[in-house]
């Protein structure tokens, strides 16, 4: 039988607003029934450590947050190549972390287009149902997304889609090996990198912005934790020597942008028109702008070295 969804009076429809959006769901499954031998609390500390990285993905990657679930989250993208694209950070992601004994936790993912009305009167948005019915076509973890999604896909995307049962809906499914796409950096939305593009500017309200030569990062409040060091999952990967894997995080707190070192070397800032200082196993309230040397004193044109720079809402 053909997915059937509420419709909207025409008067409705002419009085709200619309904006395309590009809906995720993404549930965490348990994948054996040896995680049965876990107590819950167990449990549900492997499910929030996953969920934790969905959500940094999201504000890495131009995802928004638009619903909490027990085991999972709903988000809205802009494009279809930026929720794919997404989703495949979000598996990369999951997947480094550990499992524990037995336990296997697998991550589903569910991509539909969706036309949004603004109404009280249908709280879920109609695509919720169709992206949480395609993430579970697949027994495993996966990426699955309608045909609206598919054609909307750049050429490369497009073709490493691959078509799978649907069986009673009229929504074509299709999905793609999360693997075989390549690893984008968070440069590329939220954490977004203004180099000769310069297609995307910080959103209204708090940001920081992070420069490492002539690449650019910008990071705006809806992502509360920037977690930087040697491991290429951290929002801002570094590749140096004396940076430690998970060196810093920068977390944005009532208002303020704190700087927290967790690093063996230490991280060195340098405000401008104050006194230079080395931070260790410590946190520092960052204001207005200056430089900072993760592992080593700042040096211009090294990996390790960065400008900083807050911009407060005008």
């Given at each position: 039988?053909?997915?059937?969804?509420?419709?909207?009076?025409?008067?409705?429809?002419?009085?709200?607003?619309?904006?395309?959006?590009?809906?995720?769901?993404?549930?965490?499954?348990?994948?054996?029934?040896?995680?049965?031998?876990?107590?819950?609390?167990?449990?549900?500390?492997?499910?929030?450590?996953?969920?934790?990285?969905?959500?940094?993905?999201?504000?890495?990657?131009?995802?928004?947050?638009?619903?909490?679930?027990?085991?999972?989250?709903?988000a809205?993208?802009?494009?279809?190549?930026?929720?794919?694209?997404?989703?495949?950070?979000?598996?990369?992601?999951?997947?480094?972390?550990?499992?524990?004994?037995?336990?296997?936790?697998?991550?589903?993912?569910?991509?539909?287009?969706?036309i949004?009305?603004?109404?009280?009167?249908?709280?879920?948005?109609?695509?919720?149902?169709?992206?949480?019915?395609?993430?579970?076509?697949?027994?495993?973890?996966?990426?699955?997304?309608?045909?609206q999604?598919?054609?909307s896909?750049?050429?490369?995307?497009?073709?490493?889609?691959?078509?799978?049962?649907?069986?009673?809906?009229a929504?074509?499914?299709?999905?793609?090996?999360?693997?075989?796409?390549?690893?984008?950096?968070?440069?590329?939305?939220?954490?977004r990198?203004?180099?000769?593009?310069?297609?995307?500017?910080?959103?209204?309200?708090?940001?920081?912005?992070?420069?490492?030569?002539?690449?650019?990062?910008?990071?705006?409040?809806?992502?509360?934790?920037?977690?930087?060091?040697?491991?290429?999952?951290?929002?801002?990967?570094?590749?140096?020597?004396?940076?430690?894997?998970?060196?810093?995080r920068?977390?944005?707190?009532?208002?303020?942008?704190?700087?927290?070192?967790?690093?063996?070397?230490?991280?060195?800032?340098?405000?401008?028109?104050?006194?230079?200082?080395?931070?260790?196993?410590?946190?520092?309230?960052?204001?207005?702008?200056?430089?900072?040397?993760?592992?080593?004193?700042?040096?211009?044109?090294?990996?390790?070295?960065?400008?900083?720079?807050?911009?407060?809402?005008?």
């Amino acid at each position: 039988m053909p997915d059937v969804y509420p419709t909207l009076s025409d008067a409705d429809q002419q009085a709200q607003p619309l904006s395309h959006d590009y809906l995720l769901y993404g549930t965490v499954h348990e994948t054996t029934e040896q995680s049965a031998h876990l107590d819950s609390g167990q449990l549900g500390k492997l499910v929030q450590r996953r969920l934790k990285r969905l959500e940094r993905v999201l504000g890495a990657h131009g995802g928004l947050l638009t619903k909490s679930l027990p085991r999972g989250l709903v988000a809205g993208f802009d494009s279809a190549e930026a929720a794919l694209i997404g989703a495949c950070e979000m598996q990369r992601h999951c997947a480094v972390i550990p499992q524990l004994g037995d336990t296997r936790l697998s991550l589903k993912i569910g991509i539909h287009a969706s036309i949004r009305q603004h109404l009280t009167r249908h709280a879920v948005d109609p695509a919720e149902a169709t992206a949480a019915k395609l993430s579970a076509l697949l027994g495993q973890a996966g990426i699955v997304f309608s045909e609206q999604v598919k054609e909307s896909l750049p050429g490369e995307l497009k073709e490493a889609s691959t078509p799978i049962a649907n069986d009673g809906s009229a929504i074509a499914a299709f999905s793609v090996d999360w693997n075989a796409v390549p690893a984008q950096p968070p440069s590329r939305s939220s954490a977004r990198e203004n180099g000769t593009a310069g297609k995307h500017a910080p959103l209204a309200g708090s940001s920081i912005v992070l420069r490492q030569g002539a690449r650019q990062f910008v990071f705006d409040k809806r992502q509360h934790v920037i977690a930087i060091g040697r491991d290429m999952v951290c929002d801002l990967p570094i590749n140096s020597a004396k940076v430690s894997r998970n060196h810093a995080r920068i977390i944005y707190r009532l208002g303020n942008y704190l700087l927290i070192d967790t690093s063996t070397n230490g991280t060195y800032l340098y405000p401008e028109g104050c006194p230079a200082s080395r931070i260790r196993k410590n946190m520092v309230v960052l204001s207005g702008k200056g430089r900072i040397g993760f592992g080593q004193t700042w040096e211009a044109g090294t990996p390790h070295s960065f400008e900083f720079e807050l911009i407060q809402p005008a």
